[in-house]
């Protein structure tokens, strides 16, 4: 199929631009970008094409750019199938843009053998519409105790490794694993928290947390966390990423060690850039993420890491739970939300209230996790990967979480007033979504 996306404003991460103009794709990759009104008849003449052989794609103005790499996402297959399939999981994605879906392995059982690995592969190939590469975990069963055989799952297509939040609290078989992994060339994604401060813990150490009466964690934690992980680093010369970076404190740390050569880049999730630890109000239990919700202050503070590239990804952190793990003292109710759907719409607060450009959110959110992961996708270039999405920026709506396409609903924005949709969704220059 030949596309010709017409009249669209271009949003490229790599240039930084924002702009009119138009997109060419031929056989799944994009084959011309013109940042300008181009007539389309020029286009066709300069690249030989018959007009007739063209689909026209008037995008009215609206917003085009690279699908979302959305890198920890939960699919709860195999053991939890009930909360997310596949098949969901790809339908919210592709409703919510994201063209490509990172999976965690903290299934049940963990993704830890090449076995696993290849069952959840055909899976996803099978049933979700949207690209998705799996991650694997780092240790057996995500024990810590004993690290996987990272050579044969990279084989077998695992893409990084990681225990999620499972922190691997010996030091001396996170360090061989890291040893290890360097050797293969393998990316260690890991969850900078320490382990025995966070255990338990249901908000954020402050007065919040203590005039409700719940467990809570220092930011310092966090901190901690990352420290030790740098200084296996420094060790070992590991590639390492960070999924969630969630506090002020922990970011003087991350730029010593970006600023010293090491390969380490670092996320954030999309409900710590939107929400603090006053969301969750009277013990809302859709608002209990892992780490919490943390202060005002550091909300502002990761915003302006992302701004600046100290942060580099913007991941939605995605984690289906039911209603049965939800509807619980807000201390023993399951933590974790969805947020495929909602990611963008979320990340378009931050533009709205102009905190961060579009440019800037979707090389967080589209090339940055695909350059870390060594994939083609998410930009908007001649020869890469037709992986697109169209959005309307400024659609207003009122999210309704029974009209999510995941299985679970636990989203912390329900009832809440959102601004801008997604209209059509490309893989590969096949549309896999288009909104009604």
């Not at 996803?124 to 998705?132: G, H, S, T």
């Not at 209230?353 to 060594?374: C, E, H, I, V, Y």
Request: hydrophobic share 40%; proline share 6%.
């Amino acid at each position: 199929m030949t596309l010709l996306f017409t009249n669209a404003r271009l949003i490229d991460p790599e240039a930084g631009t924002d702009s009119i103009g138009a997109v060419l794709v031929q056989n799944g990759r994009i084959a011309a970008v013109e940042k300008n009104d181009t007539n389309p008849d020029q286009l066709f003449r300069t690249r030989n094409i018959g007009a007739e052989d063209v689909t026209l794609v008037d995008c009215g103005g609206k917003c085009l750019a690279p699908g979302i790499v959305d890198i920890g996402v939960k699919v709860c297959e195999p053991g939890e199938r009930h909360k997310e399939s596949y098949k969901s999981a790809g339908l919210a994605a592709a409703a919510g843009g994201v063209t490509t879906m990172i999976t965690r392995p903290d299934t049940t059982p963990a993704i830890d053998s090449p076995e696993t690995l290849e069952f959840v592969t055909r899976r996803a190939q099978a049933d979700a519409p949207v690209n998705v590469l799996a991650m694997a975990a780092l240790t057996k069963g995500r024990e810590g105790r004993e690290m996987t055989e990272i050579g044969f799952l990279m084989d077998a297509g695992a893409v990084a490794f990681t225990d999620c939040d499972h922190v691997v609290a010996d030091t001396k078989v996170f360090s061989r694993a890291l040893t290890y992994a360097r050797s293969c060339g393998a990316l260690v994604i890991a969850h900078p928290q320490e382990p025995g401060l966070s255990k338990g813990a249901a908000a954020t150490a402050g007065k919040f947390a203590a005039l409700r009466g719940l467990p809570s964690v220092t930011p310092m934690a966090e901190r901690m966390g990352l420290d030790r992980d740098i200084a296996l680093l420094e060790m070992t010369g590991a590639k390492y990423h960070a999924d969630q970076i969630t506090t002020a404190r922990a970011l003087p740390a991350l730029e010593r060690a970006k600023a010293n050569g090491l390969d380490i880049t670092a996320g954030t999730s999309i409900h710590h850039l939107t929400l603090n630890e006053l969301d969750v109000a009277d013990y809302r239990t859709f608002f209990k993420v892992k780490p919490p919700l943390r202060s005002e202050e550091d909300r502002l503070a990761v915003i302006e890491a992302v701004r600046e590239g100290l942060i580099d990804v913007i991941s939605s952190m995605h984690t289906p739970q039911d209603e049965e793990s939800k509807r619980l003292p807000f201390e023993e109710a399951a933590a974790g939300a969805v947020a495929m759907e909602t990611l963008l719409p979320a990340a378009l607060r931050l533009y709205h209230n102009d905190q961060l450009d579009l440019p800037t959110l979707f090389r967080a959110m589209s090339l940055n996790p695909a350059k870390r992961l060594g994939l083609a996708c998410g930009r908007l270039a001649e020869g890469a990967p037709a992986d697109l999405v169209l959005f309307d920026p400024d659609s207003p709506f009122v999210m309704d979480r029974f009209a999510l396409k995941s299985k679970s609903q636990n989203t912390p924005f329900d009832g809440q007033r959102m601004q801008g949709r997604v209209l059509e969704t490309y893989v590969a220059g096949e549309p896999v979504y288009r909104r009604n």
